[in-house]
C-alpha cells in the first residue's frame, strides 16, 4: 500500500493529509500550540486529589494535566505538592478534558522502545541468553525495560537501545538545568508533532514550500521527501477539510450522513433523504451500505473517539443487520485504532468504540456557534487569511498589502497569530496593513494590493 503525506505549510499553520492508494484517510493541522501524546515535560505538583486517587501537575498550558496514582513509579510513591516530576502525555487534552499522564516514560525506536520504571524484556524470544543479557545490561543503566518492536539482529537492537538510553540521559540533564513547566522532549516543532501524530510511518512526503524539505529530512530521514506546488498534488486539500468540517455529508447515490460529537459520544444518523421507492428493506440497505464506506472514511479523517453511536435506516430483516454490522467491521478493518463493532442495541443503533488518541480535526478548528452549528474559530481564520494573503503575494511579488477582517480576527493577528504574522511580514520584506471591519463576518476576509 502506497502511504504519501501532504503537507501545505503556510504561516503559523500547517496542514496535511495522509493518502492511503490515493485517498485521503487521515488529516492533521499543527499551529505549534499543543503538548502532544508522547511528548515529554518537566512538570510541577500543584494539587493533590484523594478522592480521585490523582495528583494535578502543571506542565504549562491553560489548565492543569491529570496523573493518576496508578501511573506514578515505582508504585506506591507519594508526591508532594511543589514537587518535580518529569512526565509523559498519554493522552492529549480533548473535549474539555485534562491531559493524562505518567512518570513511566518511554522512547521508542524503530526496533526497541525503552519503558523506565518497567524493568525486563518484552519480545525477542528468539534471542539466546547471552544476547537478552546484554540487553538487559544497556536497560539497566537508567533502570528501565525494553520492548522489542519487530525481528533484527541483536547488533541492531544494542545500538538503538544505546541511543535511546543517550537520549533518556539528555532529557534528565535538561530536567536539572530547568524549571517548571518546561518541555523536555521532543523539541518543539510542527514537524516533530505530526510525526508523533501520525499512525503509519509514510513512503513518500509531498511539500508546497521547499524551505522546510530539510526540518523534514532530519524528523523523518528515511523517507522521501520533495517540494511539489499544491495545485499539482492528486487531491484538493480544502476541499477535503471542508467536508470533513461539515456536518452533513452527501452520499453519491442520494440520502446523507448527519455527525454531531457531543461530550459523551459522537452521534451519527443515516438519512436517505427521500421518499423511498421499492421495497423498504432492500432500499434502507442499500442506503445503509452506501453509508459505510463514507462514516468509516469520515470517522478517520476526524479523528473521532469514544463511543459511536450510529442511526442506520431502520432494517428489520435479521440477516440484512448482521450484514450491515458485518459490512461495518470490514470497512473499519484498514484503521490503525483498531475500532471495535459492539453491535446492536434495543433501540436498534449499531455502537462502536474507537480508542482517542490526539485531539478531533473538529476541536482544533471550531468553536460552538452563538446560535447554531460550529464555526470556525478566530484564529483559524486568521490563519487561513495569512495563508491566502501569501498565495496573492506570489503572483504579484513586491506589492504592499492590506488585511481586511472582523474584530475577532484582528484580536488574533495581534495575540496567538501574531508570530506568523511577523513572518509573513519579514518574509515579505514590508508591513502587512491590518484593517478592522466590524460589519464584516467573522469567516470572510479581504485582501487588497495597496
Given at each position: 500500500?502506497?502511504?504519501?503525506?501532504?503537507?501545505?505549510?503556510?504561516?503559523?499553520?500547517?496542514?496535511?493529509?495522509?493518502?492511503?492508494?490515493?485517498?485521503?484517510?487521515?488529516?492533521?493541522?499543527?499551529?505549534?500550540?499543543?503538548?502532544?501524546?508522547?511528548?515529554?515535560?518537566?512538570?510541577?505538583?500543584?494539587?493533590?486529589?484523594?478522592?480521585?486517587?490523582?495528583?494535578?501537575?502543571?506542565?504549562?498550558?491553560?489548565?492543569?494535566?491529570?496523573?493518576?496514582?496508578?501511573?506514578?513509579?515505582?508504585?506506591?510513591?507519594?508526591?508532594?505538592?511543589?514537587?518535580?516530576?518529569?512526565?509523559?502525555?498519554?493522552?492529549?487534552?480533548?473535549?474539555?478534558?485534562?491531559?493524562?499522564?505518567?512518570?513511566s516514560v518511554a522512547?521508542?525506536?524503530?526496533?526497541?522502545?525503552?519503558?523506565?520504571?518497567?524493568?525486563?524484556?518484552?519480545?525477542?524470544?528468539?534471542?539466546?541468553?547471552?544476547?537478552?543479557?546484554?540487553?538487559?545490561?544497556?536497560?539497566?543503566?537508567?533502570?528501565?525495560?525494553?520492548?522489542?518492536?519487530?525481528?533484527?539482529?541483536?547488533?541492531?537492537?544494542?545500538?538503538e537501545a544505546m541511543?535511546?538510553?543517550?537520549?533518556?540521559?539528555?532529557?534528565?540533564?535538561?530536567?536539572?538545568?530547568?524549571?517548571?513547566?518546561?518541555?523536555?522532549?521532543?523539541?518543539?516543532?510542527?514537524?516533530?508533532?505530526?510525526?508523533?501524530?501520525?499512525?503509519?510511518?509514510?513512503?513518500?512526503?509531498?511539500?508546497?514550500?521547499?524551505?522546510?524539505?530539510?526540518?523534514?529530512?532530519?524528523?523523518?530521514?528515511?523517507?522521501?521527501?520533495?517540494?511539489?506546488?499544491?495545485?499539482?498534488?492528486?487531491?484538493?486539500?480544502?476541499?477535503?477539510?471542508?467536508?470533513?468540517?461539515?456536518?452533513?455529508?452527501?452520499?453519491?447515490?442520494?440520502?446523507?450522513?448527519?455527525?454531531?460529537?457531543?461530550?459523551?459520544?459522537?452521534?451519527?444518523?443515516?438519512?436517505?433523504?427521500?421518499?423511498?421507492?421499492?421495497?423498504?428493506?432492500?432500499?434502507?440497505?442499500?442506503?445503509?451500505?452506501?453509508?459505510?464506506?463514507?462514516?468509516?472514511r469520515q470517522i478517520?479523517?476526524?479523528?473521532?473517539?469514544?463511543?459511536?453511536?450510529?442511526?442506520?435506516?431502520?432494517?428489520?430483516?435479521?440477516?440484512?443487520?448482521?450484514?450491515?454490522?458485518?459490512?461495518?467491521?470490514?470497512?473499519?478493518?484498514?484503521?490503525?485504532?483498531?475500532?471495535?463493532?459492539?453491535?446492536?442495541?434495543?433501540?436498534?443503533?449499531?455502537?462502536?468504540?474507537?480508542?482517542?488518541?490526539?485531539?478531533?480535526?473538529?476541536?482544533?478548528?471550531?468553536?460552538?456557534?452563538?446560535?447554531?452549528?460550529?464555526?470556525?474559530?478566530?484564529?483559524?481564520?486568521?490563519?487561513?487569511?495569512?495563508?491566502?494573503?501569501?498565495?496573492?503575494?506570489?503572483?504579484?511579488?513586491?506589492?504592499?498589502?492590506?488585511?481586511?477582517?472582523?474584530?475577532?480576527?484582528?484580536?488574533?493577528?495581534?495575540?496567538?497569530?501574531?508570530?506568523?504574522?511577523?513572518?509573513?511580514?519579514?518574509?515579505?520584506?514590508?508591513?502587512?496593513?491590518?484593517?478592522?471591519?466590524?460589519?464584516?463576518?467573522?469567516?470572510?476576509?479581504?485582501?487588497?494590493?495597496?
Open positions: 500500500m502506497l502511504c504519501e503525506l501532504l503537507i501545505a505549510a503556510g504561516p503559523g499553520a500547517w496542514r496535511a493529509t495522509v493518502l492511503e492508494n490515493g485517498i485521503p484517510v487521515e488529516l492533521f493541522v499543527e499551529r505549534g500550540d499543543r503538548s502532544e501524546t508522547g511528548s515529554i515535560h518537566l512538570g510541577r505538583v500543584r494539587r493533590l486529589m484523594p478522592a480521585l486517587d490523582a495528583v494535578l501537575v502543571d506542565i504549562g498550558g491553560d489548565r492543569l494535566a491529570f496523573l493518576p496514582a496508578s501511573e506514578i513509579l515505582p508504585h506506591g510513591r507519594r508526591l508532594d505538592e511543589g514537587e518535580r516530576v518529569i512526565v509523559q502525555i498519554r493522552r492529549e487534552a480533548q473535549g474539555g478534558k485534562a491531559a493524562r499522564l505518567t512518570t522512547l521508542r525506536g524503530r526496533r526497541v522502545e525503552l519503558r523506565w520504571g518497567r524493568p525486563g524484556i518484552r519480545g525477542g524470544e528468539t534471542l539466546s541468553p547471552e544476547e537478552r543479557s546484554s540487553l538487559a545490561g544497556i536497560a539497566e543503566e537508567g533502570a528501565a525495560g525494553l520492548r522489542l518492536l519487530k525481528p533484527e539482529p541483536i547488533e541492531s537492537f544494542i545500538a541511543d535511546l538510553n543517550r537520549r533518556w540521559h539528555n532529557i534528565s540533564d535538561r530536567a536539572a538545568r530547568l524549571s517548571p513547566p518546561s518541555r523536555l522532549d521532543p523539541p518543539l516543532s510542527f514537524a516533530t508533532a505530526l510525526s508523533g501524530a501520525l499512525s503509519v510511518a509514510p513512503s513518500r512526503i509531498l511539500v508546497d514550500d521547499p524551505g522546510i524539505v530539510p526540518e523534514l529530512r532530519g524528523v523523518f530521514p528515511d523517507t522521501m521527501t520533495q517540494y511539489k506546488p499544491e495545485a499539482e498534488w492528486p487531491v484538493e486539500l480544502d476541499a477535503v477539510f471542508d467536508r470533513a468540517l461539515a456536518g452533513t455529508v452527501a452520499l453519491a447515490g442520494g440520502g446523507s450522513v448527519h455527525i454531531e460529537a457531543t461530550r459523551s459520544a459522537v452521534l451519527i444518523d443515516v438519512d436517505t433523504g427521500s421518499a423511498q421507492t421499492g421495497a423498504p428493506e432492500r432500499t434502507g440497505l442499500a442506503v445503509n451500505l452506501a453509508a459505510v464506506d463514507v462514516i468509516t478517520r479523517l476526524r479523528n473521532l473517539g469514544g463511543g459511536i453511536v450510529i442511526d442506520f435506516v431502520g432494517l428489520e430483516d435479521r440477516r440484512s443487520r448482521e450484514r450491515l454490522r458485518d459490512a461495518l467491521a470490514e470497512a473499519l478493518a484498514p484503521d490503525p485504532r483498531r475500532p471495535q463493532v459492539l453491535g446492536w442495541t434495543r433501540l436498534g443503533h449499531l455502537e462502536l468504540v474507537r480508542p482517542r488518541r490526539g485531539r478531533p480535526l473538529a476541536e482544533a478548528l471550531l468553536e460552538p456557534g452563538p446560535r447554531g452549528p460550529p464555526v470556525k474559530t478566530a484564529a483559524t481564520v486568521a490563519y487561513e487569511a495569512l495563508c491566502a494573503l501569501r498565495g496573492e503575494a506570489r503572483t504579484q511579488p513586491g506589492r504592499r498589502w492590506r488585511l481586511t477582517v472582523s474584530p475577532e480576527v484582528a484580536a488574533a493577528l495581534a495575540g496567538r497569530a501574531t508570530a506568523a504574522l511577523r513572518a509573513l511580514e519579514e518574509r515579505f520584506g514590508r508591513q502587512i496593513a491590518i484593517e478592522t471591519d466590524p460589519g464584516l463576518d467573522r469567516g470572510r476576509f479581504q485582501i487588497t494590493p495597496v
